[in-house]
């Protein structure tokens, strides 16, 4: 019977939190490529290359202090039935990472002359002094927001994140038109992420109570399984980390120039903001707390399965489409959006976007409901590649080599993880899924550049992506049992137009 409550509670969680989250993804990539684009074209191409360093710069070494508590958080927070005790631990897993946030800040900036001349931003320390308080509202707030998810009040997550982002684009347009630079935007930034920080901290105030004075003199409790699982998932995150978007920019800082640290930037950013659209990326708060929620109530590696081939599928259809609408026409997209400069983006984006769609998967997340991150670990073999191919291909084709390196390491992470697993459990990984998906993606690309033989290839390319849509339906590329699935997760009112679509 507890189960079954259990269940209908996760379920209407999860109802109650889903619009939020879907509103919270798609205003974050509009908003998120309104800001670059609103940068790009404005700063120099040194200047934005200085910009996207000095933001991410700080991140590695918060990661370093968080100590795998953001994965409890998320992982345990659900199964504390006392309300006292949840919010004992989820202060104490706030106030304790904040105070070696502080500390890591501390640090760096003390540091300051030693590793920022290896980057190019020794003339920056200004700079860097304005974000300090930008860094520790994101670092910190992360916890509130594990919290706020995990308790599925993905509404105030979303007012918070509007919040921020609103008054961050908006300070951009309002510098823009009075002529500010570098330093202006650091301060509308700072302002920008200590709101996102206050909301969230008393929306945490408010649904888990107020910390008690111990919060700092009591250890937090935990098992011999679940301090395993912190530091796994800990250490997975180190790897990964060294596998990110900001450490490879800061790799192309020591060894090139800030104007190649733009131009990966910018091909890096498209495609993290185009693959943020795939539904695991979208929704991926409510995803992860239910899949560790479905299998702590079942305990089905079916369910695991299922669910896995579930979105890899509905993941493919959206970044396959996207190569259609891409790699036939890119290179005119960016010079027409941003400046002609970016034309040199086109190819890291490109090598970016298909080694995604070809060899991601959710691989990490199965990794972790299965309870085994050990394997992750395993998977940071491709830090090795990551780097070590990287350092070379970076100072001989720049950009284009890191993103080469990028996808080689995707490729050799997933694919340490799938067979980790099949060891164990009966994981299948749907190659038939992904070869039906290239097919009527060649299909869509090809069509694109047909038609632009006749038309301007602006509508050539929507008229790809048509067919490439219509070849999903005709060639049935999703299983009828995902088209089912699916139909069932959207909201009641889409129900009947995506049922006569793809059913």
Known sequence: MNGMKSEASAREGVRRGLPYAALSGILQI????????????????????????????AGPLMLAASLGYNHALLRFL?????????????????????????????????????WSPQFGLSAYSDLFAILLPAYFAIGSGAYLQAALNTAYRQREVFWAFLACQATFVGGILVGIQIGLGLVDFAWVYCAATLLQWAIAFFACLHYFGHPQRQVLTEPIRETPERRRYRLTSWWDDLGTMLLSSPVNRLVLAALGTTGEVAIYAVASNIVDRLLAWQPMQLFRPIATVSFFSRYEETGRIEDVSRMFRFVYAVNRSV???????????????????????????????????VGAALFTAPTGVIAQT???????????????????????????????????AVVLSTLTKNLIIYVLLRLEFDLRFPWSTLLRYSAVTGLGIISALGFELWMPWIFASLLGAFVYICSLRLFSVMDVEDRKMLVQLAPGRVQPLLRSILI
């Open 30 to 57: 509009a908003f998120a490529l309104t800001g670059m684009l609103l940068l790009v074209r404005y700063l120099p191409p040194d200047d934005y290359g200085i910009w996207v360093l000095m933001v991410g710069v």
């Open 319 to 353: 970044t396959m489409l996207f190569i259609v609408l891409f790699v036939p026409f890119g290179g005119r997209v960016l010079v027409w959006v941003f400046r002609p400069e970016y034309a040199d983006s086109y190819w890291p984006a490109a090598i970016l976007l």
């Open 370 to 404: 299965l309870k085994r991150p050990k394997v992750l670990l395993w998977s940071k073999v491709a830090v090795a590649i990551n780097l070590g191919l990287g350092i070379p291909l970076s100072l001989k084709y720049g950009a284009v080599g890191m993103a080469s």
């Open 78 to 114: 659900r199964s504390i039935d006392r309300p006292a005790e949840r919010t004992a631990f989820v202060w104490s897993v706030w106030s304790r990472r904040s105070l070696a946030i502080i500390a890591c800040l501390a640090l760096m900036w003390v540091l300051f002359p030693f």
